[in-house]
Nanobody
């Protein structure tokens, strides 16, 4: 069984910063790409940032230059540093990982989501 647990969401004023963390645990052989997605009310879930096991990154255009994704492979953890936050960044943020478990087939796993609210 593989679990992703997010932390670090909350309420912040526009222009502020937050750092999200997501730790993967369980019967893990390896993790390929990890990423962060978000879903605002009434909108579809969208990719925010993604990082491969080798450290290559890509970002949504709307967050480039403000958000930074990183990972600690030894801890099976991915981070999202969010700076210069805007009200339009308000959403539930979900962690995602492409995991190869030790006793199951490779699969796509999701965290439970963490709320980020940016006030104007």
């Amino acid at each position: 069984q593989v679990q992703l647990v997010e932390s670090g969401g909350g309420l912040v004023q526009a222009g502020g910063s937050l750092r999200l963390s997501c730790a993967a645990s369980g019967s893990i052989f390896s993790i390929n790409a990890m990423g962060w997605y978000r879903q605002a009310p009434g909108k579809q879930r969208e990719l925010v940032a993604r990082i491969t096991s080798g450290g290559s990154t890509n970002y949504a255009y709307s967050v480039k230059g403000r958000f930074t994704i990183s990972r600690d492979n030894a801890k099976n953890t991915v981070y999202l540093q969010m700076n210069s936050l805007k009200p339009e960044d308000t959403a539930v943020y979900y962690c995602n990982a492409d995991v190869v478990p030790t006793t199951a087939r490779r699969g796509d796993y999701w965290g439970q989501g963490t709320q980020v609210t940016v006030s104007s």
